[in-house]
């Protein structure tokens, strides 16, 4: 899908459909031309109007933030998708950021395009192929092109790096193993000249300690993988910033067997390493200037002979003593493992973890919001307050002293759940949070992206299945960062 930004009026351009934003209802703009149609159809500027024999389509938006132009671009490609539309053309509508703006153009339209056909019998085309952006400004500003085209493939990269992820999440379980994501990140840093690549395998976790990956594993037919991907900028780094994804490739609960219905989505569950490997993929293609790590912990939670089992006591690589009382919760096992690697061997600025980890999340904020973790206030409002126009939904949800009462054991260090029901969410970044070294505690993140990385209904420009969650969010975070530095700030 291409764009171009044509320095000419929006009625000195041909293409095959028009698209029009009516903004807070304007039904009385210069880019309004069917008013008639309006009265005949009862449109009152709120949701579509498509009208097939004219070639135009209107969109209702609130404003003209980004995510409301995301969403009103979504709306109009569902509209005109069946049609035999090639080329659509629209005005621009800028905020207060131009390239941000333009940005969200180019996510609302590729995001919007993505489809997991791969086992369809019967493929269809994406018709559309080119959007024709008229520099004829809502707001009557003028364009700045560099910020404009800059903002274009900003977010061509961005919503690329999430479809990216998307197909990761979406590829079923018998496909996608561990040794599947391995083989992914191979190829990933065979694409970039600035990406590197290491895989540990089984023996390696084991010379770590890392008993508590592997307990998860034992089950498996499939056996685990420790993947590090390190991205380096081409000048010096302004900080070291770790990312570290649960990579369930499948959970069945092991022997805290899921209920079927539960079990149906769980190739989801690897969610959080490929939100790592597209975050890491935008950032060869964006040139960020931080030095970028991915530590995704590979593996299945299955059921057998060999299995970990409820009682059990795991010593972790930190020395942590974990007693399980659930085998399902062993995502929070896995990262136990991994955080605790990453800081010790990648002494990081920033540590970022992400994983699909807890049902009380999305019990709590709903299916389209992230839960925000960490001990730093000051850090998550930063985080929460760089990625707002990301589009994604976050909600902090701060640490209780008298949950951590919640996870204590009789017979161990910690619980791998809790001994109530209620705060779970926050109850699993506790437990998290055991295997942070004080050193860290306040350059650390957990997300929880349960509720938004996988729906099965479509909403606005996600379809059903994977979103992608995390990888916007964190790349505007990274980019206005960088910005930052770049003007003196941090």
């Given at each position: 899908?291409?764009?171009?930004?044509?320095?000419?009026?929006?009625?000195?351009?041909?293409?095959?459909?028009?698209?029009?934003f009516v903004v807070n209802k304007d039904l009385n703009h210069k880019f309004i031309k069917d008013s008639k149609e309006f009265e005949f159809y009862n449109f009152k500027g709120e949701g579509v109007l498509n009208l097939p024999s004219l070639r135009r389509v209107y969109v209702g938006i609130k404003n003209t933030e980004p995510e409301s132009i995301r969403q009103g671009v979504a709306k109009a490609f569902n509209a005109i998708k069946e049609l035999k539309v090639k080329t659509i053309k629209m005005a621009s509508y800028v905020d207060s950021c131009y390239k941000m703006s333009y940005e969200a153009i180019a996510e609302g339209f590729?995001?919007?395009?993505?489809?997991?056909?791969?086992?369809?019998?019967?493929?269809?085309?994406?018709?559309?192929?080119?959007?024709?952006?008229?520099?004829?400004?809502?707001?009557?500003?003028?364009?700045?092109?560099?910020?404009?085209?800059?903002?274009?493939?900003?977010?061509?990269?961005?919503?690329?790096?999430?479809?990216?992820?998307?197909?990761?999440?979406?590829?079923?379980?018998?496909?996608?193993?561990p040794i599947k994501m391995e083989e992914?990140?191979?190829?990933?840093?065979?694409?970039?000249?600035?990406?590197?690549?290491?895989?540990?395998?089984?023996?390696?976790?084991?010379?770590?300690n890392m008993n508590a990956f592997l307990a998860v594993n034992r089950a498996s037919a499939h056996p685990p993988r420790l993947i590090h991907l390190k991205y380096t900028p081409k000048n010096e780094s302004l900080k070291k910033i770790v990312f570290v994804g649960k990579g369930l490739t499948y959970d069945s609960g092991g022997l805290s067997l899921k209920p079927s219905d539960y079990m149906l989505?769980?190739?989801?569950?690897?969610?959080?390493?490929?939100a790592a490997m597209g975050i890491i993929k935008a950032a060869c293609e964006l040139e960020l200037p931080f030095e970028i790590h991915a530590v995704l912990g590979a593996t299945e939670n299955m059921i057998g002979g060999d299995a970990y089992k409820p009682d059990d006591v795991l010593i972790t690589r930190s020395g942590v003593s974990v007693e399980v009382r659930n085998t399902d919760a062993e995502g929070r096992l896995v990262l136990a493992d991994c955080l605790d690697w990453a800081q010790s061997e990648l002494n990081p600025d920033l540590l970022i973890d992400m994983a699909?980890?807890?049902?009380?999340?999305?019990?709590?904020?709903?299916?389209?919001?992230?839960?925000?973790?960490?001990?730093?206030?000051?850090l998550q409002s930063e985080f929460k307050n760089f990625t707002k126009r990301s589009g994604e939904n976050l909600t902090i949800l701060e640490f209780n002293d008298h949950l951590r009462e919640l996870v204590k054991s009789n017979i161990a260090d910690i619980s791998n759940t809790a001994s109530s029901r209620y705060g779970g969410a926050i109850t699993a970044g506790i437990f998290l949070d055991k295997f942070i070294k004080d050193e860290y505690k306040d350059k650390w993140l957990h997300l929880d992206i349960a509720g938004p990385a996988y729906t099965e209904k479509a909403w606005g420009y996600n379809q059903i299945g994977a979103t992608g969650a995390g990888v916007r969010a964190n790349l505007y975070y990274l980019n206005k960062l960088a910005r930052n530095y770049e003007k003196g700030n941090k």
């Open positions: 899908m291409n764009f171009t930004i044509i320095e000419k009026s929006l009625n000195e351009i041909n293409a095959d459909y028009e698209l029009i590729v995001l919007s395009a993505y489809k997991f056909d791969r086992y369809k019998s019967e493929k269809k085309s994406l018709n559309l192929a080119e959007i024709l952006i008229s520099t004829d400004e809502f707001g009557g500003k003028e364009i700045k092109l560099y910020e404009a085209n800059l903002g274009l493939n900003h977010g061509k990269i961005i919503a690329n790096a999430t479809n990216f992820a998307k197909d990761i999440v979406n590829e079923i379980p018998e496909i996608y193993t992914d990140a191979k190829k990933l840093a065979l694409e970039y000249v600035n990406l590197e690549c290491k895989i540990h395998d089984e023996n390696y976790l084991k010379a770590q989505t769980m190739k989801s569950d690897k969610s959080g390493a490929a699909t980890l807890t049902g009380a999340c999305v019990v709590g904020l709903g299916e389209y919001t992230t839960g925000v973790m960490g001990n730093s206030y000051e």
